[in-house]
């Protein structure tokens, strides 16, 4: 019985050949298909992301208190930047000393420090660099570490940039100068 079954599946050395000429280029033909489907749906998930972020989209963390903070505690008609930090990253230790001297330069803008780390690494982080007590500076805990998935970011820091009609001004991949905050936020 068992001679019969692989009759039938290892084919002679003729129909192996025609076998291969046929199974060969469907295999690529389905490799390149793929390949093609999975590169549209990730340009079509860019899109959507891109168009979902044009405004600042919903969202709802906690403050470092451990009181919910979203959208609607934004302050109306002023510039937005989000911080997304890591206490122990190097880069975001440097954004935030640089944020610290020139406070003075972002009066007029609501900064949102947020991470996904606990809030006492978060508290610790804010008062290292004097970065606390300020009514335009909010610290945030994302505890379900939904901010990367939100506002498509994907390494630290990142800064989101809004204009004071919460309309995407700028999204910056690791460390900038001041400066050139200021002068998106312009």
Known sequence: MILIILSIVIPQKKTMKQFLKIIIPIFILAAIAFMSYKV?????????????????????YKTIEGKPFSNQNLKDNTPTVFLYFNSECEHCQSEAER????????????LVFISFEEPKKIKAFATKYKLLGYDNISFLSDSK????????????????IYDKNKKLVAKIKGEIKVEAILKKLN
């Open 145 to 160: 570490v939904s901010f990367a998935t939100t506002f498509d970011v994907n390494s630290l820091p990142t800064i989101v």
């Open 99 to 110: 944020i610290r001297d020139n406070l003075k330069k972002f009066t007029n803008a609501q």
């Open 40 to 60: 549209i749906s990730k340009i079509n998930h860019k899109n959507e992301v891109a168009e979902h972020i044009k405004t600042i989209p919903t969202f709802s």
